[in-house]
């Protein structure tokens, strides 16, 4: 009699922890959203040190990307970010030239640039750190960035009742771009081996 209680006890709680478990993982593939980011409020940019004396700041002028994020959960995917390397500008026609070329960006072979990630780790209620690969030049390798959630929520301009759901982030990190093959300037120190890169960021919610 005491092995069939026990027999019982054991389905019901096996039973009890798959409902869970079931509604759990349901709510959290509900919760997971995807967000497009807005190319009209879309920053890409870098700086470099110029001759040692000062650094030079340029943007990347065409680029997009995507990620699913769950807010309940904080849990970030599927991210993945496309710059077209001949949209390098520097406000100097004849180095945005030479960045296109085969010293640099090699835009002609290698258009695009992406950045990957799956996942990120909160360091803080509003900070994280997202490690991926930055696929460039052929090459791919690992490229952390650290990242600052500045704010989430309905968009408070715009015309109709709909609002969009619309994050907000700041992106920072540093590419060594000898790793890459790209070693212009780099012994000689005419231009800096780190660059800084600097995004910026909305991005709306799919509906």
Known sequence: MARSVDIIRHRFLHA???ITLAFVTHTSVADARRYDLDPEHLTIGFLVRHLGYAD?????RKASGSYTFDEATRTLSDV??????????TGHDKRDKH??????LDAS??????????????????????????????????LQLTGTLNKSGP??????PSKP????????????????????????GWVGDDVHVIIEFEARQAR
Do not use: C, H
Request: charge should be positive.
């Open 16 to 18: 009890v922890v798959s």
């Open 56 to 60: 030079i700041l340029g943007f990347f």
């Open 80 to 89: 993945r970010v496309v710059v077209d390397t001949d949209s390098v500008f």
């Open 99 to 104: 960045l296109r070329g085969r010293d640099f």
């Open 109 to 142: 072979r290698a258009p695009r640039m992406t950045f990957t990630a799956s996942s990120a780790t909160w360091t803080g209620d509003k900070t994280f750190k997202l490690n991926g690969e930055l696929e460039l030049l052929g090459q791919r390798r690992p």
């Open 155 to 160: 968009y408070p301009i715009g015309d109709g």
């Open 165 to 188: 759901y619309v994050m907000g982030v700041s992106l920072r990190g540093t590419v060594k771009r000898s790793e890459w093959g790209m070693n212009y300037g780099v012994a000689n």
